[in-house]
């Protein structure tokens, strides 16, 4: 478990790494590094999740947990993060949003209060307080930025590492919390009741790691593409995804004119991934955006949907060849290697040597002397 922390960690930093190269982020960093550091981590696309959840439980813990800048040890922020995972898991798998609504800015500042908390040696009754008082505040999110293309939504896992980070100060400052918030959340912004229990599973078992950079339900066609791609000899002309609902629900945008709108498209993901070999932040830059062949293929995709009940599974099919996808790279069944993870890491600009500290290095080395505050 504490194995697999680390490697969540690693990853989010280096996507963090990635993300602080865009000048949007840059300019936010300085005024807001918390919210900065979220903001960087989920830039591409290419950061932690949870299926069962549906959202990443990873990210805002971790980001509030840097900003309590702290003097404790590796371990200890290990010991906060799995903490504030395994409540934002399991608030995640509760409050499930609406059509129209998007999981970034809601459930995922209720972990991150936790972990807070966690990591400052609160107790049991300061946490449940922390997660209380963030759950008065959860706001109602949107999916629209991603419908119009607006990276307005990589604001949101910034609010709910801050929302944490501020519940959890408060409630270790004394601030009084009622009791029963998170139901009251759940019934009025879901219309829903909620039945949280201990199923004496780790949820950071069951989390993911990305080795494309896209929401998670465009990789199953992704890697559908990729197996095709060597197969394929003569121009393609017909393209046919079958997928579970879910992934068009939230990834059925056509043509994306932005990243954001490409990172939650299933017809790009496969484009991309015939015309490049692969799907990384490259992929998202202007002249991937705007290549003609790409701009091709994405068009011939056409979709359909089945009934869903096998699971999270695509099937693919190129002028005639058919390629089918139950798992994908960082599923439970498939999950990354540390070696393909610390590769993950270089290439987002994270240095050798904080990717050996994090992995390799004791329980008992000072956070600060691995990650410089801010």
């Not at 549906?54 to 813990?61: A, F, I, S, Y």
């Not at 293309?149 to 270790?172: F, K």
């Not at 829903?192 to 998670?216: C, N, P, Q």
């Not at 879910?246 to 299933?266: K, M, W």
Request: proline residues 5%; hydrophobic residues 45%; aromatic residues 6%.
């Amino acid at each position: 478990m504490r194995r697999k922390a680390r490697l969540l960690i690693l990853d989010t930093l280096g996507c963090a790494i990635a993300g602080y190269r865009e000048p949007k982020v840059a300019a936010l960093r300085a005024s807001q590094p918390v919210a900065a550091f979220a903001m960087a981590a989920c830039w591409h696309e290419a950061c932690e999740g949870l299926a069962r959840a549906h959202g990443r439980p990873g990210v805002p813990v971790i980001a509030a947990c840097l900003g309590m800048n702290a003097d404790v040890s590796l371990g200890a922020f290990i010991d906060a993060v799995i903490a504030g995972y395994e409540v934002g898991g399991r608030m995640g798998e509760q409050l499930r949003i609406k059509p129209g609504m998007h999981v970034d800015a809601s459930w995922p500042a209720l972990g991150a209060a936790a972990g807070a908390v966690h990591l400052m040696k609160g107790s049991a009754k300061e946490a449940r307080a922390a997660i209380e008082l963030a759950a008065c505040q959860v706001p109602f999110s949107l999916y629209l930025p991603v419908e119009q293309g607006a990276d307005g939504r990589n604001t949101y896992l910034g609010h709910a590492a801050w929302l944490g980070l501020y519940a959890a100060q408060a409630a270790l400052a004394g601030i009084a919390a009622p009791s029963g918030a998170v139901g009251r959340f759940a019934e009025l912004a879901l219309d829903r009741s909620i039945d949280l229990h201990d199923d004496g599973t780790y949820l950071l078992r069951e989390g993911y790691l990305k080795a494309f950079a896209a929401v998670r339900h465009v990789h199953y066609g992704a890697e559908a593409a990729l197996r095709l791609r060597p197969r394929l000899t003569s121009r393609i002309e017909a393209i046919e995804l079958t997928i579970y609902p879910e992934a068009v629900t939230y990834c059925g945008n056509r043509a994306p004119r932005t990243p954001i709108q490409a990172q939650f498209s299933l017809s790009y993901g496969i484009a991309a991934a015939l015309r490049f070999g692969r799907l990384d932040a490259d992929q998202y830059a202007p002249s991937a955006l705007s290549d003609p062949e790409l701009r091709r293929l994405e068009a011939l995709v056409g979709i359909t949907t089945d009934d869903g009940k096998s699971g999270r599974v695509a099937t693919l099919r190129i002028d005639g060849l058919e390629e089918r996808v139950t798992s994908v790279k960082g599923d439970p069944a498939s999950p990354m290697g540390e070696d393909e993870c610390r590769a993950k890491f270089l290439r987002n600009g994270g240095s050798a040597a904080l990717a050996d500290a994090l992995l390799a290095g004791p329980d008992s080395q000072p956070m600060n002397s691995i990650v410089p505050r801010g």
